[in-house]
């Protein structure tokens, strides 16, 4: 259950970072399609399809669109490290914990031989 709820926070602390990240990218000089395929996170990530867009690209708009995706991979690279600061804390929060908890006994019933 724990595992449950830690992805589902740290998912959103991820999803939120790059929402706000993206919203602070400059696309003003693309055209709509080729920005809306530029904030696709999967797409930034394949190689292959990054080399794709590359080439159906003008050759006058591939400095912006290198210099937008640049922009689009360093919000990306935030959200990682946001997601892995606090993951970070919370483990060190549950490692003090783990540490000053009193150990109880179970059970007061003693096997006898």
């Given amino acids: ?32 399609s080729i920005a809306g395929l530029l904030q696709n996170p999967n797409a930034l990530a394949n190689p292959a399809a990054m080399q794709g867009i590359k080439a159906k690209l003008p050759e006058k708009l591939l400095p912006e669109v290198i210099r937008f995706m ?15 600061t606090v993951s970070i804390v919370i ?3 549950a490692l003090v914990i783990v540490l000053f908890t009193q150990e109880i006994p179970l059970s007061k019933v003693s096997v006898k031989k």
């Fill in 1 to 32: 259950m724990g595992q449950t709820i830690a992805s589902v926070v740290l998912g959103t602390i991820m999803s939120t970072s790059m929402t706000k990240g993206l919203a602070s990218v400059d696309a003003s000089k693309l055209p709509p």
């Fill in 70 to 84: 640049d922009q689009v991979k360093q919000v990306m690279a935030n959200s990682i490290h946001a997601t892995f």
């Fill in 91 to 93: 483990a060190a929060i």
